[in-house]
């Protein structure tokens, strides 16, 4: 009990005393995951939108697999990632390895499969329904779309929340690409994993509660955007 | 009430012409054998019992379901929406975008193209003729159901399409959003719009119809015009349909 009441008290005191070093961990740690997840949305979005509207052999197929992939573990995706940046790799010339951009490709490779897939459970529902509207308009599919994804615009920002969810919580694949490096790939999972394994779990339990708190932001941002939508849904 | 600046002349340069057209689907003959041929003007009113075939007979001239074998031939089916021979559609539960009334109106004026310095008030004259202009910046599905038919309607008009097809536009409306849909519905007919009408109501049938299309299990038993329909049904089917009898 007292090991809790004292993370608590550190973590207040690491917050509001406006350390540098914990504020530069969150810093990364939202640069890194943000930029993921923008990056996964551009991609998870299309790739969902077009998986509704375009008909073709292996469509099924494809969307069994990225739901499957939604369960990818990181710590195979942080080994495939290092794989094809280590000097050996074959993007080993890039000299990516160890940096920030290895982990945003780490939580890309992670979240663009949940963000297609959730997008097109999402979409597809919206395409059945529009469906005979967009034909008796004789849409090009592009259009289909576009239109698809703009009415859809409030589930997807759901969905790209429960992406952001994922990535910030995730440790594995990071840890492996960016090597936990102070100061340059020190994020909040990989700093709670270092402070545990130094035996400093008062530390490590409030960063803990500093990542729970992002978490809970999170959740209460996407339980505001439901309600917000289930009123507006009919917007 | 309709647009009346657009340079559109509409009215179809051909009829519609359905030939030995049939529609399979898992087996079942569901339309069979439909031979007809409906002119380019007026309002045909399409009749029968539920699950005779209306709504596919209507869905088969739309282009949404391929004919299993037979043609239906007209210059619509090959339009680009909004040219002087495109088709419309209002289907008995409205498809509505999630989108404001203005902004639903205003989408297909957009996927025609419509330039900008036309659009606000082709949209604000569509809006005034479904009496929605208060609504214009409700969330469509907020409206009630009179007002989101009166919606669906507006959007399927402002293309001023060559052909409308109403499929039970009013059958879950109230007497007044009926009386209004069914004004617009002759308004785009008097400036040359050809409608089809589906409907189970015999008494709207013989307010807006000028000619009447009777189908029966898939086939189409009497094609005729208003006034001889209802003088002379031209088979029991049809005349139980209208004596409100199961047919023996």
């Known amino acids: ?235 | 009430m309709l647009d009346k600046t657009s340079e559109h002349s509409l009215q179809l340069p051909d009829p519609v012409r359905f030939r030995d057209v049939s529609l399979t689907i898992n087996r079942q003959e569901l339309i069979a054998n439909i031979n007809c041929t409906l002119e380019h003007t007026g309002v045909s009113v399409v009749m029968g019992p539920n699950g005779a075939g209306k709504s596919l007979f209507l869905r088969l001239l739309a282009g949404l379901l391929k004919p299993t074998s037979g043609t239906i031939t007209g210059s619509y089916i090959n339009a680009k929406p909004g040219t002087t021979s495109s088709l419309s559609m209002v289907f008995q539960d409205p498809v509505l975008l999630r989108r404001t009334a203005h902004a639903n109106i205003a989408y297909v004026l957009h996927q025609q193209k419509c330039p900008e310095e036309q659009l606000a008030e082709k949209v604000g004259n569509a809006l005034k003729t479904a009496r929605l202009e208060r609504q214009r910046e409700t969330p469509a599905r907020r409206l009630s159901g009179g007002e989101q038919q009166r919606l669906a309607l507006a959007r399927a008009l402002v293309v001023r399409p060559a052909i409308l097809l109403l499929d039970e536009a009013t059958a879950s409306l109230d007497p007044a959003s009926t009386h209004i849909v069914e004004g617009m519905a002759a308004d785009a007919a008097a400036t040359g719009t050809k409608i089809i009408f589906v409907t189970h109501d015999v008494r709207q049938a013989k307010r807006v119809g000028d000619d009447i299309l009777f189908i029966h299990e898939g086939r189409l038993l009497t094609h005729k015009s208003i006034h001889d329909f209802f003088r002379d049904p031209g088979s029991k089917e049809a005349q139980a349909y209208l004596d409100g009898r199961v047919p023996e």
């Not at chain 1, 940096?99 to 979240?111: D, E, F, G, N």
Request: glycine share 10%.
């Open chain 1, 1 to 235: 009990m007292g090991e809790i009441a004292d993370a608590f008290w550190i973590a207040f005191n690491l917050l509001l005393s406006f350390d540098k070093e914990l504020y530069s961990i969150i810093g990364l740690s939202l640069k890194v995951s943000l930029s993921a997840v923008a990056i996964s949305c551009a991609l998870g979005f299309t790739i969902g939108a077009g998986l509704s509207v375009y008909r073709f052999p292996g469509h099924r197929l494809i969307i069994i697999i990225l739901n499957a992939l939604m369960g990818l573990p990181p710590v195979v995706v942080g080994l495939i990632v290092y794989l094809i940046l280590s000097r050996s790799g074959p993007l080993g010339v890039l000299g990516l390895l160890y940096t920030p951009t290895a982990m945003i490709i780490a939580q890309v490779m992670l979240i663009t499969p949940l963000v297609a897939a959730l997008s097109i459970q999402m979409l597809e529902e919206l395409h059945l329904e529009y469906d005979e509207f967009f034909r008796s308009l004789r849409l090009t599919n592009f259009a289909k779309m576009k239109t698809l994804l703009w009415d859809g615009r409030r589930g997807l920002v759901t969905v790209g929340l429960a992406g952001f969810g994922r990535a910030i919580s995730e440790v594995g694949a990071v840890m492996i690409v960016g090597g936990n490096i102070n100061h340059l790939t020190r994020i909040m999972t990989t700093a709670i994993a270092l402070e545990t394994s130094k035996g400093t779990l008062a530390l490590a339990l409030a960063l803990g509660i500093i990542l729970i708190g992002f978490s809970l932001a999170v959740n209460a941002a996407v339980m505001l955007l439901r309600s917000n939508s289930k009123g507006q849904r009919y917007a």
